[in-house]
């Protein structure tokens, strides 16, 4: 039957025949137009008058099957894709998913109806416009900002920006697919920082690589204790090396204005990340600040490529960066502020992964001979 054209000889069998006859023929006629591959608007005038009389007679099967074959056109009108949308059943939100050219209306009428599966669909499109994308923003979904997270072909900028920053703040998976997004800046993670994964909590710290960030509400705080630097790490180092972890959530809380679960937190983190952030804050060197990552981080495992990564750290990112980012724990700052021209990465952001992956020789003699005698102390007493 394919290449029928027109489509009267179909309308002649409908004509002649019972319920039976217009299942069968309902679901050849689209078969047939399926396989057409770019039929004039006449013959789409005529299979769409057919095709509708047909669907209104079928069977509910008939009807399914018939949608599932006319599915896979590349051709379909908007009369089309709503007979298609009608009777698809379970197929639908795969077919919203991938179907080429659906219209605008048909797609603003799936997000109006409210169904989570196809609207995580239709976010999952990768020629979704604006006006589009403000339907999808404006749902109250995590399945639905999990999809439009993990499309790579919309951009984050603008108001979806904001809105992408804000939902990793309530959802940890939303925050690792941002995460690993190179068009997306992982500095706004910070407030999902405690909900990452350790290779993503080092692409929030990489974020502030030689960056410039506004002034810090704690940069005061942290003046009028830097003088007492050296004690600050012999203590901590004291501490992680009798296991005293709770005492340093204390001791961190006291210095960082953080509440006692957050600093439990950071004192009990083996990888390190987050009590590196406290450390360079407060301008802690490698060579000290190395001292006590190697007390305070897991030791079930080779940590030298870890130490190695964490100098690197140490020589790259300023106090100023990480006083900035314990501020927005402590939520003092707005994040939003880091999109402003002069605190953008000079870096390209698709190399971000690429920092945190790389090399970690270490240009610094003076740091490279700290890690190599620290790899060395093992877990001897601090002094």
């Known amino acids: 039957m394919i290449g029928f054209q027109p489509y009267e000889t179909f309308q002649l069998l409908v004509e002649t025949g019972g319920i039976d006859r217009a299942n069968t023929l309902l679901i050849a006629a689209c078969d047939a137009f399926a396989h057409r591959r770019k039929p004039p608007q006449s013959e789409i005038a005529q299979f ?22 006319l599915a896979a056109s590349d051709t379909l009108s908007p009369i089309l894709q709503k007979l298609v949308m009608e009777h698809l059943g379970d197929g639908l939100p795969g077919f919203v998913a991938a179907a080429r050219g659906l219209s605008d209306e048909a797609l603003a009428e799936l997000i109006d109806g409210g169904d989570v599966d196809l609207c995580s669909a239709v976010a999952a499109r990768h020629d979704l416009n604006a006006p589009i994308l403000t339907r999808l923003f404006q749902m109250n979904s995590r399945r639905v900002y999990r999809a439009l997270a993990a499309n790579r072909n919309i ?27 190179d068009d997306f800046d992982t500095a706004l993670l910070a407030p999902a920082f405690f909900d990452l994964p350790e290779t993503e909590r080092l692409m929030v710290i990489h974020a502030f690589d030689a960056r410039k960030t506004p002034e810090a509400p704690i940069k005061k705080t942290i003046e009028q204790i830097s003088v007492a630097t050296k004690d600050l790490t012999r203590a901590l180092m004291k501490l992680y090396t009798e296991n005293r972890r709770p005492e340093v959530t204390r001791l961190l809380s006291q210095i960082t204005g953080l509440d006692e679960v957050r600093c439990g937190q950071i004192a009990h983190d083996t990888s390190g990340a987050a009590l590196f952030v406290v450390l360079r804050a407060f301008s802690c060197t490698a060579y000290d600040g190395l001292k006590v990552l190697i007390h305070a981080t897991s030791h079930d495992r080779d940590r030298s490529q870890a130490l190695s990564e964490f100098a690197k750290l140490f020589q790259d990112i300023s106090p100023d960066a ?11 700052v707005d994040l939003m502020d880091l999109g402003k021209p002069e605190y953008q990465r000079t870096a390209e952001p ?25 790899k060395l102390s093992g877990l001897r007493q601090a002094s």
Do not use: C
């Not at 190399?351 to 740091?367: E, F, H, N």
């Open 350 to 374: 698709a190399r971000r992964r690429a920092d945190v992956t790389r090399d970690t020789t270490i240009s610094d003699p003076a740091i490279a001979r700290a890690v190599a005698a620290i």
């Open 155 to 181: 951009v984050p900028r603008g108001a979806f920006l904001g809105a992408y920053a804000r939902s990793a703040q309530m959802d940890h998976e939303i925050a690792r697919l941002l995460a690993n997004r």
């Open 48 to 69: 769409e008058a057919l095709a509708s009389r047909l669907f209104r007679t079928a069977t509910p099967d008939a009807r399914q099957k018939a949608a599932e074959a």
């Open 322 to 332: 990480m006083a900035y980012l314990l501020s927005a724990w402590r939520g003092e």
